[in-house]
Each structure stands twice: as C-alpha cells, then as structure tokens.
C-alpha cells in the first residue's frame, strides 16, 4: 500500500490526472483489496462484522473515510481505510466531505480515532442519538442515523433487550461458580451487533442521574451494569491504545 502511494504521489494533481490514475489503482488492486478486508473484518464489531460506522448493519464496503474525490494520495493510506455497510457507503456517505473552518477537524466521527460517547448521546426513550458536539449532529445527518428508513433505532431497541437477558445469564453463571456460562454469556455480548448500545447502556448507568435516566431498566439490571467484574471485562475505554506493532 505504501508502495502504491508512492505511485500516486508521482503523478500530476492538475487535469485530474491523479485522481484518474488512483481510481485505476484501486479498482484492479486485487492483490491488495482481500487483504485490506481481511484486516478490517477483525477489527469490525460482532462476530458477523458490523459496520464500523452505523454498528447494526453487516459490512460489506472498504470505505475511505476521507474520499478519494477530496484526497486521491489517501486511496492507499492504512487508517483511511473502514469497513462499513452498503447503506452507509454508497446511499449516505458517498464522497461527503466538510471540516471545521478553524480547526480543520473533519465533521464526521472517526471510528479509528474519536471517542464516539463525546459526540454522540443514545437516548433509551426513543432509541435515536443526540448530537453532543457540531461533529456528532453532523455525523447523525449525514449517516441518516435515525432515520426510519434504515431502522437502527428498532436495532439499538432489540440490542437492548438481548442484552438484558444476557446479563441474567451470566449473573446467573456466577452464582453458581459456572465460569463456561459466564464466558459464553460474554462471547455474546462482543459478538452481538449494535456494539454501541451495550457500551452506551455501560457508561449511562454509572451516571448520578441514572435511576432517573433509566428508570425503564429494572434494578436487578442497573445493578449489574454497575458491576466492577463486568465492566473490567466489556467496557472500552477509549482513546484506543495500539499495540507497539500497530504503531509502527
């Protein structure tokens, strides 16, 4: 990739000649596309690979967070480079591209970088999301979020109801010293789509409003969202550290 990169550095910005050149790159990089997949599917959330943008969906499109039409010299670049729906690619995305005029900070969350939970706010009621910051409004237009037609909010409601019978599950294993449950109950829960919706659930019940946020959560499973156990083994903290390898 670094290689190819080079390639299209070589050639002239003006007439669109690189852009041109990237695009035929990119569309006959069959040595380097199921690579670049099989990387990203690892990195997906569930055990199906969800979109890494709106969480619900299965992923099925290497994306370019910032578009090739903007930038042709990132077409080959590592962290440019999501795993996201079809929906999410093709029918919202698409070439979307604005930044802050004066911090130059792109408008659109960057899984690969931001802390989601500072932008973005799940509300239980109605299960859209709030916009915390300019760049969480934007992201939950552009990404049609909430829009009926793409029926994540009916995803996010659903999540939340496995994921309450799942924490029964494994209260239930450790009551009777079952650790084969507790894990298997676990395995669920990282494997499950809507990853968003147990990481949002994790973080509004240590909340001091909380028993009036989620009044509609029965105690048992506050409790349980509470859990110091259970948080060490599913909270993600973020920003995400990388291994020293990934670094480099």
Request: glycine share 6%.
């Amino acid at each position: 990739m670094a290689l190819l990169t080079g390639r299209i550095s070589l050639r002239d910005v003006a007439g669109g000649l690189r852009k041109k050149y990237a695009d035929n790159l990119w569309d006959n990089a069959s040595d380097v596309k199921p690579a670049l997949r099989a990387v990203l599917l690892r990195m997906a959330p569930g055990v199906l690979g969800c979109c890494m943008y709106c969480g619900g969906y299965t992923a099925t499109d290497i994306e370019h967070f910032e578009p090739r039409e903007h930038d042709a010299l990132k077409t080959f670049v590592w962290p440019n480079h999501l795993l996201v729906c079809g929906p999410c690619n093709s029918t919202y995305k698409r070439d979307w591209w604005q930044c802050d005029e004066e911090s130059g900070e792109p408008l659109l969350i960057d899984p690969t970088r931001d802390n989601p939970f500072t932008h973005l706010w799940l509300d239980f009621r109605d299960y859209e999301y709030r916009g915390l910051t300019r760049k969480g409004r934007s992201t939950i237009e552009v990404l049609g979020l909430n829009l009926p037609e793409r029926r994540l909010a009916a995803g996010r409601e659903l999540a939340r109801r496995n994921i309450r019978t799942v924490l029964r599950d494994w209260d239930r294993g450790r009551q009777q010293a079952d650790e084969t449950s507790m894990r298997h109950a676990l395995a669920v829960l990282e494997g499950q789509p809507f990853a968003d919706v147990w990481q949002a659930m994790l973080r509004q019940a240590v909340l001091p409003g909380a028993p009036v946020v989620m009044s509609d959560e029965p105690p048992e499973i506050l409790t349980l969202l509470r859990d110091e156990e259970l948080r060490a083994a599913t909270l993600i903290e973020f920003p995400l550290e990388l291994a020293p390898s990934e670094e480099n």
